[in-house]
């Protein structure tokens, strides 16, 4: 099977593309297995509202504007490390936990790896996004990615504290997963910048090593 990266110049069609099915059905088997097997149903239902709102327009603009298969399966795992996060409250997810006690650390550190995968994982598919679609200089293609994750990030901390203390005050400190830190926001949209950033680098030195 062909798999593309952003600078591939072909895109396969999704009835031919079985990279992109299986993604489809390792995302979708997650997603259900973790519907089935959550403990507090109230909060998946509000972690999994944006990925909903994310999958939507990915599906509506895949025909006309898609992807490389790179790009879908960074999405894809940044959307299994969300919704296994969603199947528990962050305060209480089992790997998390596992990371507390083998790094003795006082808190579950299962929040702060989404955050950081936000960041990582999706930077890619962005800088495709400006770089093939919008058509943008390259240098801001470069800039851009890691800018956007840290406005994301801190618009996200602004959605979840709308959300837990206005719309879902029952929900709220389990949703808000601070565990008592008060520094929480400011941590997340850092580690989100910092993923990003990381990811860029990390890109800019493959291409180096491959010229």
């Known amino acids: 099977m062909t798999f593309t990266t952003t600078s591939s110049t072909r895109r396969t069609p999704f009835l031919k593309n079985n990279w992109i099915k299986l993604y489809l059905l390792v995302f979708i088997s997650i997603w259900t297995y973790t519907f089935i097997v959550t403990p507090d149903l109230n909060n998946w239902l509000l972690e999994n509202t944006l ?74 598919p962005m800088r495709e996004l400006f770089l093939n679609i919008f058509k943008l200089k390259k240098w801001l293609t ?19 504290w709308a959300v837990a203390d206005i719309f879902f005050k029952n929900q709220g400190a389990a ?27 990390t890109l800019v030195l493959i291409k180096k090593i491959r010229r």
Not at 142 to 160: D, K, T
Not at 176 to 198: H, P, S
């Open 51 to 124: 990925v909903v709102l994310f999958l939507i327009p990915l599906i509506l603009t895949y025909r006309k504007y898609p992807l490389s298969d790179l790009s879908y399966l960074l999405i894809a795992l940044f959307l299994c490390v969300h919704v296994y996060g969603s199947t528990y409250t962050y305060a209480e997810n089992p790997l998390g936990d596992w990371l507390k006690e083998l790094f003795d650390t006082k808190r579950n550190q299962y929040d702060r790896i989404v955050h950081f995968s936000f960041g990582f994982l999706l930077a890619y």
């Open 175 to 201: 949703y808000l997963g601070t565990q008592g830190d008060v520094w929480d926001a400011q941590k997340d949209m850092f580690l989100a910048f910092a993923g990003a950033l990381i990811a860029m680098i």
């Open 142 to 160: 470069w800039v851009l990615p890691v800018e956007i994750s840290l406005s994301i990030g801190a618009a996200y901390e602004l959605i979840e």
